[in-house]
């Protein structure tokens, strides 16, 4: 059997639906189950059971300080070893990331998986088309971002979805291997003439402040994590794009620009609300 973490979240949910239309059998796993889901809560070691689990497709739980994190990632390892898993695949960050805040937390995840001693395949990948969409704020002229014309080879969340349930399905062919999956790169610019209004380039240090003062909602963390994206797109870090992806899935991949377009429309404020300025960010 197959188990997914983070079944409720959007990539493992994406990635439990992909192995059901290929015809795998295979659950979810998460700290509120349902839909026979088994209960999986990393905070709680003792209570992780892998039983019966031929291969764990463990979702990244990367949405905590990055201790937490390691510790959460560490714990579901000894769980698979415990239980007798047969292969890992983990979900990572793309290899240009390496410079990102959110980065080290994933490599050294990495470095647990390879040496746990059970056959692993490790997934690096490239940041969602969805959250550069969404990463763009509406303002009363358009739209604004702090990437200036840096371009980022943005991936929609389906094609890394169905990229590793092809792999979770039958893991043997790409034991011992890490894949770059990155997509088509695109800009800031490129979103906002399909959207039809301008784009605005704003400073590192007013989008840093934005998030700090306009954004409450925000974990301690989450700023740091989005200005380091910002910077990254900015500069030309995360505009690099390889074969990885569009070989897995065995077909062209899907247009990033489509997808960031529908995350950055389904942001937009209606005729009321223009007038009262920068919208808040998206944060996944």
């Known amino acids: 059997m197959i188990l997914v973490t983070g079944a409720n979240g959007q990539l493992g949910s994406a990635t439990l639906a992909a192995l059901y239309a290929r015809g795998a059998f295979a659950t979810g796993g998460s700290r509120a189950p349902r839909g026979g889901m088994r209960r999986l809560d990393f905070d709680d070691p003792a209570g992780i059971d892998l039983a019966g689990v031929s291969t764990l497709v463990l979702i990244s739980a990367g949405y905590a300080e990055d201790d937490q994190v390691i510790g959460r990632h560490a714990a579901v390892l000894d769980a698979a070893v415990r239980d007798d898993v047969r292969h890992v695949v983990y979900t990572s960050l793309t290899g240009a990331g390496d410079h990102l805040a959110f980065a080290l937390a994933h490599r050294a995840t990495e470095r647990l998986v390879r040496a746990c001693g059970l056959p692993w395949t490790i997934l690096r990948n490239g940041l969602y088309a969805e959250l550069f969409g969404g990463l763009l704020m509406w303002a009363d002229h358009g739209v604004e971002s702090a990437f200036d014309d840096g371009a980022l080879a943005a991936v929609a969340r389906a094609d890394l979805a169905d990229a590793a349930a ?18 088509t790169p695109i800009t800031a610019t490129q979103v906002a003439d399909r959207l039809g209004v301008p784009h605005r380039t704003i400073g590192l240090g007013e989008y840093r402040g934005r998030l700090l003062d306009e954004t409450p909602e925000l974990l301690p ?3 740091p994590m989005l200005a380091s994206i910002a910077t990254g797109i900015r500069h030309g870090f995360l505009d690099g794009t390889g074969p990885d992806l569009s070989d897995i899935l065995g077909r062209p991949v899907r247009d990033p620009l489509v997808t960031a377009l529908a995350a950055a429309s389904a942001t937009r404020p209606g005729p009321s609300h223009v007038a009262l300025g920068r919208a808040r960010p998206a944060t996944t």
């Open 221 to 223: 963390f989450q700023p």
């Open 166 to 183: 092809i792999i979770a399905a039958d893991p043997a062919p790409h034991s011992g291997r890490t894949y770059d999956l990155t997509g």
